[in-house]
């Protein structure tokens, strides 16, 4: 048996970052035996990312399970996150098949919340040590390969050495960069801006997104009777925006269709956003070196699915790499290839859909079929959900049966609408 000591090492797996990925990784990782350092160069244990509207989708329930934190997030208050959106169609309403089993679910908790959660299970979990105050500066390499980070800590620079180098450290990750490894970026034509407000009922007391083509706005009730509101115009729109940025936030919350009664509700937060916010893909892994959650792939934040990718990146990577990681068992370069070889598989595809809709522009000829077809049929709509929920990929999504279902139901709902379409244009 190999320790991390004798074999020159600090620690078997060193982490940047104890956001959702980095936590849950570190949590993942030392309970299969591994000795993680998991850095974190905010000094605060509360600190949480502000920017997030922390929808969290169902693919991250057996992440959230496996965690062991399903039922401190629902004393907590995280709501079931069910939903449902609004198109140029009507309504796409989601929901469980009469006698079905129920849609599976993720939760809509704030990271205040979450983020402290996590990272104190963190500290809890044998074999972590957990260093607040430390921010990765510098990879320590030999013969081509990172062995260790240095940070610089409360009391100076520090190196420590382990097998392995984890960035999770979000977007612009210190990792990635440092390592050499070169980001794809995707133009985001929209810009947003979030607030959180009390005293605001949602219809059905579920979230609701509003696609308006190429604008878009959604609504989710949290944990504490707090709705976060979020709206994501085309950015052609942001110096207009700007000039007055309360009354355009509101102006265009009253102007969506069956809109939350703003005025009538209560805010809590500064109205907050981003007006450039392009999307990211890293290739996952370098000798030495693995990227989880934002740091390997960042997406388009109207998709709210990067705290569901942050949480199974973590997961997916403990699983591929934790035997070679304690250097006990296997190679090390062959589990981190496995790990890049799911990553792409799982989420390289919704990437490139996440990239083309970034582009601000109406639904293409696909999208506006399956979006119809939704909103006219409840297995379709369920279709959706799963796809939404991100557990379908884009294959399964559109897969050729889908596609002729949606195609009938379209053309049955014409034939149902005929004798009055000279009255109005559906854009079907
Ligand atoms: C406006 C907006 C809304 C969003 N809404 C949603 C949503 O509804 N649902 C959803 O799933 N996703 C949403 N997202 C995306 C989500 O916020 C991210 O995908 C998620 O936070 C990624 O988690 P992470 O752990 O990879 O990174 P982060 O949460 O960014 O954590 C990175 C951590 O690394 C630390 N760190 C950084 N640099 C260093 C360093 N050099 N050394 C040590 N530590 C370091 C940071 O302090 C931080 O703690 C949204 C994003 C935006 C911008």
């Not at 740091?295 to 388009?300: E, K, V």
């Not at 990553?343 to 919704?350: D, E, I, N």
């Not at 909103?375 to 889908?402: C, E």
Request: glycine share 8%; proline share 7%; with cysteine.
């Amino acid at each position: 048996m190999t320790n991390p000591e004798s074999a020159g090492y600090d620690y078997d797996v060193v982490i940047s970052g104890s956001g959702l990925a980095g936590s849950a990784a570190a949590i993942l990782l030392a309970r299969r035996g591994v000795r993680v350092a998991l850095l974190e160069r905010r000094s605060d244990p509360e600190a949480y990312k502000v920017l997030c509207t922390h929808s969290i989708t169902a693919n991250a329930y057996p992440v959230l399970d496996e965690l062991g934190l399903v039922p401190a997030l629902e004393k907590a208050g995280a709501m079931s996150n069910a939903a449902r959106w609004y198109t140029r169609w009507g309504w796409i309403e989601p929901k469980a098949a009469p006698g079905g089993p129920e849609l599976p679910h993720g939760y809509n908790i704030r990271r205040s919340v979450l983020d402290p959660l996590l990272r104190s299970r963190a500290v809890e979990t044998p074999g972590v040590e957990v260093l607040l105050g430390h921010r990765v500066t510098g990879l320590v390499r030999e013969a081509g390969r990172t062995v260790g980070v240095r940070a610089s800590t409360p009391q100076g620079e520090r190196e420590i050495r382990a097998r392995l180098v984890v960035g999770a450290d979000g977007k612009d990750s210190a990792v990635a960069k440092l390592a050499g490894v070169p980001a794809r970026v995707h133009e985001n034509a929209r810009f947003g801006y979030l607030a959180h407000f009390r005293n605001l009922p949602l219809p059905g007391g579920i979230g609701q997104t509003w696609f308006l083509e190429p604008d878009m706005a959604y609504a989710f009730p949290n944990d504490d009777g707090v709705t976060v509101l979020a709206v994501l115009p085309d950015k052609k729109r942001l110096p207009a925006f700007r000039e007055d940025l309360e009354g355009s936030f509101l102006d265009f919350v009253r102007a969506l269709p069956e809109a939350p009664p703003i005025d009538s509700a209560e805010r809590i937060s500064k109205i907050t956003g981003t007006v450039d916010y392009p999307l990211h893909s890293r290739r996952p892994t370098a000798p030495g070196v693995a990227l989880i959650g934002d740091a390997a792939l960042t997406s388009d934040p109207l998709w709210g699915v990067g705290c569901g990718w942050a949480l199974q990146t973590a997961q997916w990577l403990a699983e591929a790499v934790a035997p070679a990681a304690t250097g006990r068992q296997g190679d090390l370069d062959r589990a981190l290839a496995a790990y890049a070889r799911t990553h792409r598989r799982r989420l390289s595809g919704h990437q490139q859909l996440a990239a083309d809709y970034a582009k601000s522009r109406p639904f293409n000829p696909m999208e506006r079929l399956m979006f119809s077809a939704a909103a006219r049929d409840a297995s379709l709509a369920r279709h959706m959900y799963l796809f939404a929920a991100r557990l379908i990929g884009p294959l399964r999504f559109l897969n050729p049966l889908a596609v002729a279902k949606s195609s009938v139901v379209n053309i049955k709902h014409r034939g149902a609408t005929a004798p009055a379409a000279h009255l109005s244009h559906t854009g079907s």
